[in-house]
């Protein structure tokens, strides 16, 4: 469109092809002169044919690229011309660029004269260079008027010209010259005089030279302004410069740069010459002086840059540092107070004294505070050094070097502490050395002085064992002696002298002693192990062994471990040697049973031999083998012990070698024995072998005579030729099978023979074993001999056998050849029965590709004649079937379903095949006499008939394979003609009525015409309807706005599709009879004469149906051409009809004036457009048909002139071209209209949006003065006046005070009666009562924030006052001090306070301000705070809410500070959206007008936008610095707001501090207090006085103290814990100010308490430990005092616990007993128990007494923990044991207990439940090792049902079935029974009282009892 881009005008205009306005398309150059002709557009081209000229087309210039063709000579005249020598062309518009102009343009020279007018010829630009081939020249009127005039061309009357003016002027004219030469004159282009040419360039130089003057001075002003500010910038120092202010004076410097070199080119480019040298140099100079300012700003900016980026790489470098300093803070104050804590800690160890334990505890804790400080320490230094190793990160080298300097420091206060912790690590070693010595010789003899004792008992105990040992290695010496060699006798003796050991000495001991010695044996050698492993490990130890004291006392206990060894290894001796006697007897035992089963095995084999058996003498092989494999087994038992006992040194190893010998003896009788019995077994089994030979051999004979028998005849000359063939071949055959039977019977015989000799050998009896089968083989020899004389048949006979055997052979292949051929021969007749029967469809080219040869195409085969025979099925060579002729018939591959034909040729080649088989074997064996010649002939017969009978089914196949291919080849090709004969008739059928709807058509559209009665008038009337109408109707649907097509159209596609299709259909089938005619030919003579005649017949159908296409087909092209007539006649029509529409709106838009409105302007322009656009369609869709049908009818070969329809479409075309001509030029006027239009438009735009933005940037001006000045100080007093007004509302909400009264009271302590002084304003707010909450932040610190307070009070005094009163009135303080918001977002404004059921009131706009009517509310339902509030901008009342569920704020408090800054940044938003939007506009249009021509309305616009985009720049730099202004005064206000909280921070923290420090210390006192008392009445308690102290009850005083211990030990640990709370969350992560000295603080605090818990715990555990004891001293006494009560009184468990049931107190459950009724009894017993012991011993039985408890506390029972002996009186010395008791025996303690004077034990009478055995035992040894330990009475619960029966014997009465779960009180056992292996206990049941035996343990070692826990 055109003025596509331009803002407010509609894209109507379509831009002409060439993009400018004024610019031509190249379309219409070069044109033949041929009037009224249209051509189509073409490159620059020639004028019409001059006379004596070739006419055509000519060449371009040289520049262009086209071909050259030959032209006319001119005429070179040299006579002077008239008129000046020299002319000038060119073009004063913007179409200078276009190349017609360029070669047009320049300096011509005159030449000479044509037609009697001179010729000029273009200069050439530079000397040396030939001129170019342009000429002006003068052609007359001799070629007709229309050439008569000027010309520009490439040679004078040549045949390419460019230009033409029609002027006859005797010199060339100045305008009216058209470009191209027939299209327009270009009033632009011009040729005048060079003097002329002269004179007007100097007077348009004058005038432009002013105007260029005037510009610029204008610009070089403003350069050299933007150059002075620029100058101060570069002068200034670069740290006290910003960054943006260098940029905004370089970008200010820019738009100055592009105005001065805009103003260069343009004076430059005006050519003025000498006159606008001077102002070229003052702009250049003016240029030169900006451009170096512009190169000082930009050696200024990286200066500044790197400035701004020092500063800003120390505040990251700062902040990076405050980062790095916070965590490793974090870890070094842990690691400081760790190491303090572990030196308190250290001063504990001094504290303890003499106290060794509490002195341990103290170094143990002292120790893990000192590593954990140094892990701390280790942490922190690590953490310091990763944060050194970070210091890269810095990126300046003060920021690294600060870093450094402080981590630093951190490292060398680490490292201090680290020194400090050094000795505390090895606080313990000198206590430790001290102790250890000791320790390790109490350890040692704690370990060793048990295993001594052990081993004394053992070698106690093993004192019998140790004298038999002794005997019997005094015994075996004396054997051995005795047994030995004479050699060895003969060497002399040293008597020994006779010992007096009597006989009971070499019996053996009892096993009991043995077994008791062994196991004491075996705990002393296991103690004494475990000892020995303790002081290996003791010596493996480095520390012991480089201490002197710990490696004397390891030695020490070495030596005894040594000795005591010493005694163990005899008491092993003594076993060893009682081992070997036990040995030795189980030896010679074990031999002597081995020795019976000998001998029984012997009499077993005995047995075998001597009896007769049936099974071969396999019963005596199996009887022999065992006996041997018992004499085996017993020789190397023997020998195996004989080689133990051989290590023995007893006497009883002596005699069991003598026991062994005799039974080696005997072992050697029954060898010789078995040996005996193997020689008389074999030679019975011989013997059977020999016997079945025998018969082998007579079996072998039996048959050799019967194959005499049966050969008599065979071998009788007479009788053999006497026979037949089959007669004598019958019999040969018998005679064979004899001969093998026979054969194969001798075989067997002599393998049997074979084998009995190959065993006979080396036998006792071989040389009459050989004999005998001698005699055997020599009879089989004999059978053989007999029948070889028979297996060499005679010679007759074996060629009878052999005759037969061919016959038989050739026998078999004629049958299977005569089966194949009748199977052959019925499928062959229902092959000429039926071909296609079962058969599948096959297709014509299937059939025809099998009949044409192979490597010959279907289309070669095409018109070709068959010069061979066509093949055929006959017979061959000699008779045989086979195919006939040299190509075979080769049918299509069978489907998956064969036809009959197939099948029939596939058994006619399997037949063939095997009769081919059967002559050539009957031949074969005929020439070799394997079959006689009668029988041959037979054969052959027999093959002839089947030879015929495979013949007449070839032929018979032949007959159904040609039948089947003709059937197939005449339906298929009459189906195709048929089909084709049906699309022509269908075609021609569609055709007939074509001709009577053309001629209804004509007539109807003729009378539609006629009547219609419409002028052109109305016609155009209706074309112009309004397009809404149009709209509507195209609306309704779809199918209305195309037309739907006529009857004829339709049908004439119909035809042509028909008729196209038919023609295909027809080429398909003609070219498909061809190839069946030649597959035809190639069938046998017969089948292909018919098939040929069939197949003309269809071919002249097909002929006629061609025919008649072609008639039909040519009918319908005339049609088709008049119908397309119709519709170019319409479309011109309607083309010539928008072109006349479009002129009338053209002529509109040129009466209107220039004064119009915009909107008129743009109407008349949008329909001009719009009708310019439709009347190009129009052209386009008209001209497009008529070159479509002219391009076809070439196409087809139809020449114009013979079709009248195309020579009017050749007309019409050439109608259209002034058409279009016209409309281009209407277009190009109305685009200078455009232009001008919109330049008005976006000057006008662009004003208005200036107006607005200087009125935005004055506002933002007023708008941040206040925060600009005094460097920020007005934004602080305005925020201190907003703290201070708040904090006052909140106060008189708070105290109930109105505002009048606190105004009164304000002013009365300001100093002024009805005023408040600012000056008293902090007297002021003291003197108020309450105080008023966050009093000193309000009135501040120090004198500077004193004077903020005075300055923001002064803020409130009224309007209009002097300068000098600063007092507040009453009105204003009221005013201020009412509470009002900001809205902030828009929010609704409501009637109520429920939003659901409220209604709308009105919108809040942003920066709107409320006044609050009341306090703020919150709303049940919604959860919002909402507040009633008046509009003050319409006094409005309603409920707004403050803030939004999501958390958007809609209103803030108003205060003054928020005002000023809310409205600054209000009014810095819009400026910098209006220059954003300033800017953009601009440059879009800028941009838009970039391709715009130098000269012209548009061209005007976009220099002033220019200039206007650099008012805009400097806007836009105004907003940046007051930005940047405003925002510096934010950040300056944010840091001194930052600095007074953190001095009142400061200041809270202190307070805080010092409050957490005093409570913790005022605990700590009193947490220490109560400690120490508790500890000192412990103390006094437990001391060595308190045993005699006076209290009465000791009980009472130990719970008490009990009690206050454990509540100053709980405090102390609530205290710790408490503080230690305090510090993790409140000064935990403190890293500076006075927390950080209240923390260290704490922690001392802490480690203050830190000892108590565990002293108080150290006291508890004595007062319990104490407590204890003298509880069970209580019930020791109660159980004594019980027991004795009970043994004086002969009462039993369950007698007592009857008894003190039925008394008074007792319970009605029978198995339950009170407590008191036990201290009844022990009171009237005994005097001795106090009451206090009494509770004290009953205490934990309140709940009651059972049964059994009570039988625990009447009876005591022990359990044996270390093996100890059972003496039978109390003295230890003189007393023999009556038993040893075993670990884990259970003892029931049935007397007193005592202490034996003489050494100390402490002993007791008891009873052993396991054999009721009674004596007296100790308890444990004066070392320490505990014998029998204390245990509850043992009961056990039944786990499966055993039987309870009256005595320990098995055989005993069964008293009763205990069942799985009854509980079973052990009276005596578990006893094991001397009958059986099992183990047996008496008990009692508990649920009845039933007592007896049961067993407790069965042979298998299960028990059917588990103790109960």
């Known amino acids: ?186 009033a632009t282009f011009a040729v005048m005089p060079k003097s002329e040419k002269t004179r007007r360039d100097n007077s348009e130089k004058v005038g432009k030279l002013k105007v260029f003057e005037k510009e610029a001075q204008a610009v070089i002003d403003a350069a050299t302004k933007a150059g002075s500010v620029a100058s101060s910038v570069c002068s200034s120092d670069p740290h006290s410069l910003e960054l943006a202010t260098v940029k905004k004076a370089e970008v200010e410097l820019q738009p100055h740069l592009q105005a001065l070199a805009e103003q260069i080119r343009q004076v430059e480019g005006a050519a003025l010459g000498d006159p606008a040298r001077q102002l070229l140099a003052r702009l250049r ?618 099948k029939a040729k596939s058994a006619l080649d399997a037949a063939s095949v095997q009769l081919k088989v059967a002559s050539r074997f009957l031949e074969a064996h005929l020439k070799l006499g394997k079959i006689p010649e009668d029988e041959a002939e037979v054969m052959k017969t027999r093959l002839e008939a089947v030879k015929s009978k495979l013949d007449a089914g070839v032929e018979t196949v032949m007959r159904g394979e040609s039948k089947k291919a003709v059937m197939q080849l005449l339906g298929d090709a009459d189906k195709k003609v048929a089909e084709a004969e049906e699309a022509v008739e269908a075609a021609a059928k569609l055709a007939a009525p074509l001709q009577e709807l053309m001629a209804s058509e004509d007539k109807s559209v003729t009378e539609k015409a006629a009547g219609s009665g419409k002028d052109a008038k109305e016609e155009k009337e209706e074309k112009e309807e309004p397009k809404e109408e149009k709209d509507e109707t195209a609306e309704n649907s779809e199918a209305a706005s195309a037309p739907a097509p006529s009857p004829l159209e339709e049908g004439l596609a119909a035809m042509n599709a028909a008729a196209q299709a038919a023609s295909k259909l027809l080429s398909n089938v003609k070219t498909t009879l061809a190839v069946k005619r030649i597959s035809a030919k190639r069938l046998a003579a017969g089948a292909s004469e018919a098939c040929l005649e069939a197949l003309d017949a269809s071919q002249k159908k097909l002929d006629a149906a061609m025919r008649r296409l072609a008639e039909v087909r040519r009918g319908s092209t005339d049609r088709q051409y008049a119908k397309a007539r119709k519709a170019a006649v319409t479309a011109f029509e309607h083309a010539e009809s928008m072109v006349e529409t479009a002129k009338e709106a053209f002529k509109c838009l040129t009466d209107l004036g220039e004064d119009a409105d915009a909107v008129q302007m743009q109407t008349v322009l949008q329909k001009a457009a719009s009708t310019q656009t439709e009347a190009n369609s129009a052209l386009a869709a008209a001209r497009a048909p008529l070159q479509e049908r002219l391009r076809e009818a070439k196409a087809e070969g139809v020449a114009v002139e013979t079709s009248e329809v195309l020579r009017e479409f050749q007309e019409m075309l050439q109608k259209l071209g002034p058409l279009q001509t016209g409309l281009d030029e209407q277009r190009r006027e109305a685009n200078e209209r455009e232009h001008k239009f919109v330049a008005m438009c976006l000057l006008q735009e662009a004003k208005e949006m200036f107006t607005v933005l200087d009125a935005k940037l004055t506002r933002m001006t007023d708008a941040a003065a206040p925060l600009i000045a005094d460097k920020g100080q007005d934004l602080l007093v305005q925020a201190k006046l907003g703290q201070v007004l708040e904090a006052l509302r909140q106060y008189a909400a708070s105290s109930s005070k109105s505002a009048a009264s606190l105004f009164d009271e304000m002013a009365a302590a300001s100093g002024g009666t009805d005023k408040i002084i600012p000056a008293g304003i902090a007297t002021a707010l003291r003197a108020l009562k309450p105080e008023i909450p966050d009093l000193p932040d309000l009135v501040g610190a120090n004198e500077e924030e004193e004077k903020c307070l005075v300055a923001a009070i002064s803020r409130l005094k009224p309007e209009g006052a002097e300068p000098e009163d600063c007092s507040i009135s009453k009105e204003k303080f009221e005013e201020e001090l009412k509470r009002r918001y900001l809205c902030v977002a828009v929010v609704t404004m409501t009637d109520q306070l429920q939003v659901d059921t409220s209604k709308t009131v009105r919108k809040l706009e942003v920066g709107e301000m409320l006044e609050a009517l009341g306090e703020t509310e919150k709303e049940e339902k919604t959860g919002l705070v909402r507040v009633k509030a008046r509009a003050v901008r319409d006094e409005v009342e309603g409920y707004v809410t403050l803030a939004g569920s999501g958390g958007t704020t809609y209103l803030e408090v108003y205060t003054p500070f928020l005002a000023c800054v ?200 004595s007062v319990k430990a104490r407590k204890e004891a003298a509880m069970q001293e209580a019930q020791q006494a109660i159980t004594a005092a019980l027991r004795e009560q009970v043994r004086s009184a002969g009462l039993s468990a369950d007698t007592l616990f009857e008894q003190l049931r039925k008394g008074e107190g007792a319970t009605d459950e029978a198995n339950t007993l009170l407590a008191s009724c036990l201290r009844s009894f022990l009171q009237s017993g005994t005097k001795s128990l106090s009451a206090e012991e009494l509770d004290a011993g009953l205490k934990g039985l309140e709940g009651g007494i059972t049964r059994t408890g009570l039988a625990e506390l009447v009876h005591e029972y022990r359990r044996c923990a270390k093996e100890v002996a059972l003496t039978p009186s109390f003295e230890v010395k003189g007393s023999a044991p009556t038993r040893k008791l075993d670990v884990g025996e259970v003892l029931e303690v049935i007397g007193e207990v005592g202490r034996e004077e003489s050494t100390g034990l402490q002993r007791a009478r008891c009873r052993a439940l396991r054999d009721s055995v009674e004596g007296w035992v100790t308890f444990a040894g004066n070392q320490g090792t505990v014998f029998l330990e204390r245990v509850a009475k043992p009961y056990y619960v039944c786990k499966a049902d055993s039987a309870m029966r009256e005595s320990c014997a098995c055989s005993s009465k069964e008293l009763r079935r205990l069942r799985r779960g009854e509980v079973l009180e052990v009276l005596e056992g578990p006893k094991e029974e001397s009958t059986v292996e099992v183990t047996k206990a008496r008990g009692k049941a508990s649920k009845d009282g039933a007592v007896g035996w049961v067993q407790f343990k069965d042979d298998a070692g299960h028990s059917p009892f588990e103790q109960q826990k």
């Open 1 to 186: 469109m055109w003025g596509a881009g331009y803002p407010g005008v509609p894209q109507h205009y379509v831009q002409p092809a060439l993009g400018a306005p004024g610019q031509y398309p190249q379309q219409t150059w070069a044109q033949p002169a041929r009037p009224g002709q249209y051509t189509q557009p073409a490159t620059y081209g020639a004028p019409p044919g001059m006379p004596g000229m070739q006419a055509g087309y000519a060449a371009a210039p040289a520049s262009t690229g086209a071909a050259y063709m030959p032209q006319m000579q001119m005429a070179v005249v040299p006579a002077k011309p008239a008129g000046e020598e020299r002319y000038v062309a060119f073009s004063e518009g913007t179409d200078s660029g276009e190349f017609v102009i360029q070669t047009l343009s320049g300096e011509f020279l005159v030449k000479g004269e044509n037609h009697g007018r001179p010729y000029y010829q273009k200069t050439p630009p530079r000397p040396g260079v030939a001129p170019p081939e342009v000429y002006i020249y003068y052609w007359d009127h001799r070629d007709g008027p229309s050439f008569e005039g000027w010309w520009f061309g490439k040679s004078v009357g040549g045949n390419e010209v460019w230009s033409h003016c029609a002027d006859t002027a005797m010199l060339p004219p100045l305008r009216g010259w058209k470009i191209p030469f027939q299209g327009p004159a270009r």
């Open 285 to 902: 100079k003016a240029q030169a002086s900006t451009t170096q300012e512009a190169g000082k700003l930009k050696v200024m900016m990286p200066k500044v840059v790197k400035v701004q980026q020092e500063k800003q790489s120390e505040e990251r470098d700062a902040k990076l540092l405050k980062e790095m300093l916070a965590g490793v803070t974090d870890k070094f104050n842990n690691a400081e107070d760790l190491v303090e804590k572990a030196e308190i800690t250290s001063a504990m160890i001094d504290h303890a004294g003499e106290d060794l334990d509490e002195a341990k505890k103290a170094a143990e804790q002292t120790e893990a505070s000192a590593k954990q400080a140094q892990a701390a320490v280790k942490d922190a230094l690590a953490a310091i050094g990763l944060k050194l190793a970070m210091l890269k990160q810095f990126e300046s080298d003060q920021g690294r070097l600060k870093a450094t300097d402080s981590l630093g420091a951190f490292r060398e206060k680490l490292r201090v502490a680290n020194q400090k912790l050094i000795p505390l690590m090895t606080a313990q070693a000198d206590f430790k050395q001290r102790a250890e010595a000791k320790k390790l010789a109490d350890e040692i003899d704690l370990k060793l002085k048990p295993s001594e004792v052990e081993v004394d008992k053992a070698e106690e105990v093993s004192q019998p064992l140790l004298t038999f040992a002794e005997a019997a290695r005094a015994a075996g010496q004396a054997a051995a002696e005795a047994t030995a060699t004479p050699k060895a006798k003969s060497v002399p003796k040293k008597p020994v002298p006779p010992k007096a050991a009597d006989k009971k000495a070499k019996e053996p001991p009892p096993p009991e002693v043995v077994k008791l010695a062994a196991d004491h044996a075996a705990t002393a050698a296991a103690t004494l192990l475990a000892v020995s492993k303790v002081l290996e490990q003791k010596r493996n130890n480095q520390q012991i062994l480089f201490c002197p004291p710990l490696k004397k006392v390891l030695e020490k206990a070495e030596d005894r471990v040594r000795q005591a060894q010493k005694k163990l290894d005899c008491i092993k001796a003594a076993q060893k040697e009682l081992k070997e006697r036990e040995t030795s007897t189980a030896l010679v035992s074990d031999i002597t049973e081995k020795m019976s089963s000998v001998e029984k095995s012997v009499k077993e084999a005995e047995e075998a031999v001597r009896s007769d058996s049936t099974d071969g003498g396999k019963a005596e092989d199996e009887a022999i083998k065992a006996a041997s494999k018992a004499t085996s087994a017993a020789k190397i038992a023997i020998s195996m012990k004989l080689l133990e006992v051989k290590r023995f040194t007893a006497e009883a190893g002596i005699e069991a070698q003598r026991s062994l010998q005799e039974h080696q003896k005997t072992l050697q009788a029954a060898t010789d024995k078995i040996d005996k019995l193997k020689k008389t077994s074999a030679a019975q089994r011989q013997s059977a072998k020999r016997k079945q030979a025998e018969a082998k051999v007579t079996e072998s004979e039996t048959l050799a005579r019967k194959v005499e028998e049966s050969s008599v005849d065979v071998f009788d000359e007479a009788k053999l030729q006497s026979m037949s063939g089959p007669e004598i071949r019958k019999a040969g055959d018998a005679i064979r099978k004899a001969c093998a039977t026979t054969n194969e019977a001798v075989d067997e015989a002599q393998k049997m023979i074979t084998a009995l000799q190959i065993e006979a050998k080396g036998a006792a009896d071989s040389a009459q074993a050989t004999a005998e089968f001698s005699k055997l083989q020599a009879r089989l020899r004999a059978a053989e001999a007999s029948v070889a004389r028979f297996s060499s048949l005679p010679e007759p006979v074996e060629k009878q056998l052999l005759v037969q055997v061919g016959i038989d052979e050739v026998d078999a292949k004629v049958k299977a050849a005569e089966a194949k051929v009748e199977l052959a021969e019925k499928l062959a007749a229902e092959a000429e029965e039926n071909p296609l029967a079962g058969v599948p469809v096959t297709s014509s080219d299937d059939v025809e590709q099998a009949l044409q040869p192979k490597g010959v195409s279907k289309g070669a085969m095409v018109g070709a004649t068959a010069k061979a025979p066509p093949p055929a099925w006959g017979k061959g060579v000699k008779g045989k079937g086979s195919y006939k002729g040299s190509t075979p018939l080769a049918l299509p591959p069978a489907p998956a379903l064969e036809g009959p034909v197939e």
């Open 1462 to 1661: 809310r409205g600054a940044e209000g009014a810095l938003a819009e400026v910098a959206e209006s220059v954003t939007q300033t800017i953009s506009y601009l440059k879009q249009k800028n941009d838009e007008l970039k391709n715009t021509r130098s000269a012209g309305h548009l061209a005007e616009v976009k220099k002033e936008l220019t200039n206007l985009r650099v008012r805009a720049s400097r806007a836009q730099a105004s907003h940046s610095d007051t930005k940047r202004k405003v925002a510096d005064a934010r950040r300056v206000h944010d840091i001194q707001l930052e600095a007074q909280r953190k001095r009142r921070q400061e200041i809270a923290d202190k307070a805080v501090a010092e409050a957490m420090v005093g409570e913790a210390t005022i605990l700590v006192d009193q947490l220490i207090n109560q400690a120490n008392s508790a500890c000192t009445a412990a103390t006094e308690l437990l001391g060595p006085g308190s045993s005699n102290s006076s209290s009465a009850r000791p009980f009472e005083a130990l719970t008490k103290v009990e009690e206050e211990l454990i509540a100053a030990r709980d405090a102390c640990t609530q205290g710790q814990e408490k503080i230690m709370k305090t510090v993790m969350d409140e000064v935990r992560n403190t890293s500076k100010g006075p927390l950080v000295e209240a923390r260290r603080l704490m922690f001392r605090l802490k480690v203050k308490l830190a000892p108590l818990p565990a002293s108080c715990q150290k006291h508890l555990a």
